[in-house]
T-cell receptor, first 111, second 114 residues
Framework: ELKVEQNPLFLSMQEGKNYTIYCNYS?????LYWYRQDPGKSLESLFV?????AVKQEGRLMASLDTKARLSTLHITAAVHDLSATYFC???????????FGTGTRLKVLA | DVKVTQSSRYLVKRTGEKVFLECVQD?????MFWYRQDPGLGLRLIYF???????EKGDIPEGYSVSREKKERFSLILESASTNQTSMYLC?????????????FGQGTRLTVV
C-alpha cells in the first residue's frame, strides 16, 4: 500500500531565505505531483514529475524526483511572502490513477 | 480551463440525515475522486471512479457510498451523517493520459454535522 510522507509539517521562514520540503513515498511510483493550497481555497497544480531525475522550475520553486530513493523535493529560493501557503505532494502507484497525498507542509514566510 | 464544480461550498446537516455531495466536471475526464481534508491528516481518498458505474474504495470508505451514472458527474453519499464526518470534502477529476497529467480539484464543500 502506497504511503506518502512529507516533512516538515510546518515551516516558518524569513523572506530571502532558501529551504526544502521533502516528500517520501513507500512503494514504486511512476508519477509525483506537487500542489499548492491557499487558505480557504482548493488545490492548484504546481508540478508533475514523470521520470527519475526529473527537475522542473517555476519562479522561486524547483521540484525534483529521485525514484530510486523514493524521494521528491520542493526547493524554495529566496522566499517571498506570496509563497505562504500549504504545499502537498502526491504519488500514484505504478499503473494506477489513485492519487495518494502527503499530510501537507504549511509554509509561512515572514517579512 | 478544466472546471470541476461542487454543488455547495457550505453545508450544515443533522446527525442521521442522508447527505448528497455533487460534483460535475466539464473536461470529459475518465477518472473522478472524492477526498476529505482534515487538519494534520492531509487529503484522504474516500472513493474513486474510472468509468461510468465503476467505483473503487479508497483508504477511508466506511460510512460513504458513491454514484456515477454519467461520465461528468460523481456523487458522494453519506448514508447516515455523523459528527465525525464533519470535514472539508474535495472532488477531483483527471484524464487517462499517456502523459499522466495531474488531478484537477473543485472548490471544496465544508460539511458540518450537528
Amino acid at each position: 500500500e502506497l504511503k506518502v510522507e512529507q516533512n516538515p509539517l510546518f515551516l516558518s521562514m524569513q523572506e530571502g531565505k532558501n529551504y526544502t520540503i521533502y516528500c517520501n513515498y513507500s512503494t514504486t511510483s511512476d508519477r509525483l505531483y506537487w500542489y499548492r493550497q491557499d487558505p480557504g481555497k482548493s488545490l492548484e497544480s504546481l508540478f508533475v514529475l514523470l521520470s527519475n531525475g526529473a527537475v522542473k522550475q517555476e519562479g522561486r520553486l524547483m521540484a525534483s524526483l529521485d525514484t530510486k530513493a523514493r524521494l521528491s523535493t520542493l526547493h524554495i529560493t529566496a522566499a517571498v511572502h506570496d509563497l505562504s501557503a500549504t504545499y502537498f505532494c502526491a504519488a500514484c502507484t505504478s499503473g494506477t490513477y489513485k492519487y495518494i497525498f502527503g499530510t501537507g507542509t504549511r509554509l509561512k514566510v515572514l517579512a | 480551463d478544466v472546471k470541476v464544480t461542487q454543488s455547495s461550498r457550505y453545508l450544515v446537516k443533522r446527525t442521521g440525515e442522508k447527505v448528497f455531495l455533487e460534483c460535475v466536471q466539464d473536461m470529459d475526464h475518465e477518472n473522478m475522486f472524492w477526498y476529505r481534508q482534515d487538519p494534520g491528516l492531509g487529503l484522504r481518498l474516500i472513493y474513486f471512479s474510472y468509468d461510468v458505474k465503476m467505483k473503487e474504495k479508497g483508504d477511508i470508505p466506511e460510512g460513504y457510498s458513491v454514484s456515477r451514472e454519467k461520465k461528468e458527474r460523481f456523487s458522494l453519499i453519506l448514508e447516515s451523517a455523523s459528527t465525525n464526518q464533519t470535514s472539508m470534502y474535495l472532488c477531483a477529476s483527471s484524464p487517462i493520459s499517456i502523459m499522466n497529467t495531474e488531478a484537477f480539484f473543485g472548490q471544496g464543500t465544508r460539511l458540518t454535522v450537528v
